[in-house]
């Protein structure tokens, strides 16, 4: 498969844990995007990677959420001290240059409990 | 900043038939792209086809179409022969062409009907 791939598919959490996902891109992608999209909305944009360096960041990406992108190659989203409000599916996307194709990983399904 | 509106929340269409999705945008930028998106219930995102503002031809993509009208800022999605498989979300989104981020709109539910 190589596509963008999402894990885990499912996380159940409980209130003030730390989690973290992890989104391999397309391999020859140099561009990583993480989305976050609640019930009924569409993706609101979290945070840009062009290769290891992360250009842009959303207001929606509070204090308690930080991504990384060490080696320009996967990328980690950490969530810090989950709330109720953070419970969303989390969307990785890749794309190559700025053609504007953007290819989406299955995502991964938060629950805060 | 930009916004996107899809002002259908729900649709259904016969199989065979046509449908028609609507989607209206905001920008007072003049070089930008414009995207339908399809969300199964599987829930990845499947991009379906692709606009380049500069470019004035609507694309199309096997059953797939856009009419793009730049000054109405009007970018709806036809959908011809429908097929069960095509039932899914459908978003509309805007990039600017130096940016960076996908604006999505809130999304059209697509049911095809046997």
Same mark, same amino acid.
Request: charged content about 20%.
């Given at each position: 498969?190589?596509?963008?791939?999402?894990?885990?598919?499912?996380?159940?959490?409980?209130?003030? +844990?730390?989690?973290?996902?992890?989104?391999?891109?397309?391999?020859?992608?140099?561009? #990583?995007?993480?989305?976050?999209?609640? #019930?009924?909305?569409?993706?609101?944009?979290?945070?840009? =990677?062009?290769?290891?360096?992360? #250009?842009?960041?959303?207001?929606?990406?509070?204090?308690?959420?930080?991504?990384?992108?060490?080696?320009?190659?996967?990328?980690?989203?950490?969530?810090?001290?989950?709330?109720?409000?953070?419970?969303?599916?989390?969307?990785?996307?890749?794309?190559?240059?700025?053609?504007?194709?953007?290819?989406?990983?299955?995502?991964?399904?938060?629950?805060?409990? | 900043? +930009?916004?996107?509106?899809?002002?259908?929340?729900?649709?259904?269409?016969?199989?065979?038939?046509?449908?028609?999705?609507?989607?209206?945008?905001?920008?007072?930028?003049?070089?930008?792209?414009? =995207?339908?998106?399809?969300?199964?219930?599987?829930?990845?995102?499947?991009?379906?086809?692709?606009?380049?503002?500069?470019?004035?031809?609507?694309?199309?993509?096997?059953?797939?179409?856009?009419?793009?009208?730049?000054?109405?800022?009007?970018?709806?999605?036809?959908?011809?022969?429908? +097929?069960?498989?095509?039932?899914?979300?459908?978003?509309?989104?805007?990039?600017?062409?130096?940016?960076?981020?996908?604006?999505?709109?809130?999304?059209?539910?697509?049911?095809?009907?046997?």
């Amino acid at each position: 498969d190589t596509g963008v791939s999402q894990n885990p598919r499912h996380k159940i959490t409980k209130r003030g +844990q730390n989690v973290t996902f992890r989104c391999d891109p397309i391999s020859e992608h140099n561009r #990583l995007y993480w989305y976050r999209q609640t #019930l009924g909305q569409g993706p609101e944009f979290l945070t840009y =990677f062009q290769n290891e360096a992360q #250009l842009e960041k959303s207001r929606l990406l509070s204090d308690r959420f930080s991504a990384e992108r060490p080696k320009g190659s996967f990328s980690t989203l950490e969530i810090q001290r989950t709330e109720q409000g953070d419970s969303a599916m989390y969307l990785c996307a890749s794309s190559l240059r700025e053609t504007g194709k953007a290819f989406f990983g299955q995502g991964t399904r938060l629950t805060v409990v | 900043a +930009q916004t996107v509106t899809q002002s259908q929340p729900e649709m259904s269409v016969q199989e065979a038939e046509t449908v028609t999705l609507s989607c209206t945008y905001d920008t007072s930028e003049s070089n930008y792209y414009l =995207f339908w998106y399809k969300q199964p219930p599987s829930r990845q995102m499947i991009l379906v086809i692709r606009q380049e503002a500069y470019k004035q031809q609507n694309a199309t993509e096997n059953r797939f179409s856009v009419n793009f009208q730049k000054a109405a800022k009007s970018f709806s999605l036809k959908i011809s022969d429908s +097929q069960l498989g095509d039932t899914a979300m459908y978003f509309c989104a805007f990039k600017e062409t130096s940016g960076s981020r996908l604006t999505f709109g809130e999304g059209t539910q697509l049911t095809v009907n046997p």
